[in-house]
């Protein structure tokens, strides 16, 4: 049975990603059909008549009659769809909701029907067809998928529709042909407790040394994994070796009977246990790289802030190669990733109608659009979007930069959020500025940061550029800390040219803060405590928000002589 599943995943979507690239020659024409489709369908929608769909019969048509708009739009159209009003913004009955992850802004209500599952699912389709193809060209060919989310819902609406993070309804609406591929039953999804549902699923992807892919929303939560494996290797390997599950896991979840469930589908496996034994012993722990020595690639977030996490992932995953799957968002389904280690994208054509904001609109009330076809190579733009999730003309404030063309289709990559900018003087710096730094100082200096977050100090106008480090856990101290900060200024400098003008004479010298082993645990509990969900938490490495570290511990502070 999972020879058949594997055999009919490869076939569609080696299809989907052959028939996505015939479109790329006629990238305006598919995304033309789109829109009218869409429109069509949702004219007699209460959004759709207030804006007059039915009588929209040009793309230009579309841009005159509908305004660039931002979530907080939408709100009020959600929330009635929240309390059970049906054909608000979109047509078919609700299913689900998903929620935004919280940790950039407020949590957002993002209707989900079947026909936008879909839609989306064509996107995810093609995505898969090029991460096969491109693996296949390095003769890694697809196996068991290692993927530990949870699919409980985390509520419901006022009108009983459940919602959670996209991740999560991801997994709880998925079909049967796509579960066969996962190493390890549906039912471990289904376990509410973080640690416990990442142990489970390690303990049945563990049984198969030929496991070929591994599964994270974002990098940060593929190193969390790699944690849970070193932390519980040898209770793992005991259960592995007797077909058990350790009876302190806290099993439960919506369904309270799976571990009844999952303990049969359990049988010793003493050969492995015993390989898996002889690992820790020589290093001390389980890695995936020793564990599944044949991973043929990881699928989490590419662009933006990943390249951070990206530098740890030798040590964990050797030279696996990473692909960023699909460019997304809890809205939609907005690029696809086209190879391994590659932050590009091709525009989600098929279930998103797409436009880009040029730089010089950014600060425009009614910004003026172009369409993808229109970008220039080398030029930053704003996305809007439209989509089935019932959002049209919708600015999520994100930032691309366009690299290339593939016929018709701008290649691009995702750098960062729209706020997630800091000034001390106007300069704007941006976590990809931030970022390509301290990749650049973890380089220079051979030391290796557990994370890190730049902020902005309460005691001068313009304020001091704090660079909050911690350290990973095997580095015991920065060597020469005045050295390390004198160079975060002079790189800085280097990267963002705004920063080098500003500080000749207005941005006084930054400060180095480094932070007590643990701190960036405790801020990933307090955001838990705040309600962002696990799958969906993201560090942001800079903030204009002066209160952000409070309350963490600072080991020493570092300055430089004026």
Not at 207 to 224: E, H, Y
Not at 450 to 471: Q, R
Request: proline share 6%.
């Amino acid at each position: 049975m999972r020879n058949l599943a594997f055999s009919a995943f490869t076939a569609i979507a080696y299809w989907s990603r052959w028939n996505f690239l015939r479109k790329t020659h006629r990238m305006d024409e598919v995304q033309e059909k789109f829109l009218r489709s869409l429109l069509q369908t949702h004219q007699d929608t209460a959004f759709g008549r207030e804006y007059g769909f039915a009588d929209i019969q040009t793309i230009d048509q579309f841009r005159e009659r509908i305004p660039v708009q931002s979530y907080q739009a939408f709100e009020p159209y959600t929330q009635r769809m929240a309390n059970g009003e049906p054909n608000v913004l979109v047509a078919d009955p609700l299913i689900y909701f998903n929620i935004s992850s919280g940790s950039t802004g407020t949590k957002k209500l993002i209707p989900v029907t079947k026909r936008s599952r879909r839609v989306l699912a064509r996107s995810n389709r093609t995505a898969a067809g090029f991460g096969v193809a491109a693996a296949a060209r390095q003769n890694r060919p697809l196996g068991e998928f290692l993927y530990p989310i949870s699919a409980n819902s985390h509520g419901i609406t006022p009108s009983g529709i459940p919602y959670a993070p996209v991740s999560t309804s991801d997994a709880r609406l998925t079909d049967r042909l796509s579960r066969q591929v996962f190493a390890h039953p549906f039912e471990t999804f289904e376990i509410a407790d973080t640690p416990a549902r990442y142990y489970a699923c390690l303990l049945f992807a563990l049984r198969n040394r030929q496991l070929r892919v591994i599964g994270a929303t974002f990098p940060v939560l593929a190193l969390q994994m790699c944690d849970r494996l070193s932390e519980y290797s040898e209770s793992l390997i005991d259960d592995l070796e007797k077909g058990t599950i350790a009876s302190w896991l806290p099993i439960d979840g919506d369904s309270q009977d799976i571990r009844s469930r999952l303990e049969p589908k359990l049988s010793p496996h003493p050969q492995r246990a015993a390989e898996l034994r002889q690992i820790v012993q020589k290093y001390g722990h389980l890695t995936p790289k020793h564990a599944w020595p044949h991973l043929s690639f990881i699928v989490t977030a590419r662009g933006g802030t990943s390249n951070f996490y990206f530098q740890k992932f030798p040590e964990y995953f050797g030279d696996t190669p990473i692909f960023g799957g699909t460019y997304s968002c809890a809205e939609g389904v907005l690029g696809i990733h086209h190879d391994l280690n590659d932050d590009t994208c091709l525009p989600a054509m098929e279930s998103t109608f797409l436009e880009f904001i040029p730089q010089d609109q950014w600060d425009a009330e009614f910004p003026k659009t172009i369409l993808p076809t229109e970008a220039q190579v080398g030029e930053r733009y704003r996305v809007v979007f439209s989509n089935y999730s019932g959002f049209y003309r919708y600015d999520l404030g994100d930032i691309i930069e366009v690299t290339g063309f593939y016929n018709q289709a701008p290649l691009f990559t995702f750098l960062h959020r729209q706020g997630n900018v800091m000034s001390s003087s106007t300069e704007k710096t941006t976590e990809a500025h931030v970022v390509e730094v301290m990749r650049r100082l973890q380089e220079e200096f051979q030391i290796s940061l557990e994370n890190f977050c730049i902020t902005l100090s309460k005691d001068a106008a313009p304020a001091h550029y704090l660079v909050n480090i911690e350290l990973a856990s095997r580095q015991s101290h920065l060597s020469h800390p005045k050295q390390f900060l004198q160079r975060f200024d002079e790189v800085m400098k280097e990267v963002q040219k705004f920063y080098a003008i500003k500080r000749h004479d207005q941005i006084p010298l930054p400060r180095l803060r480094i932070m007590a082993p643990g701190s960036f645990e405790r801020l990933r509990q307090r955001m838990l405590q705040q309600g962002v969900a696990e799958s969906q938490l993201k560090f942001p490495h800079l903030t204009e928000d002066r209160n952000w570290l409070d309350g963490l511990p600072v080991l020493e502070e570092v300055r430089l002589e004026e």
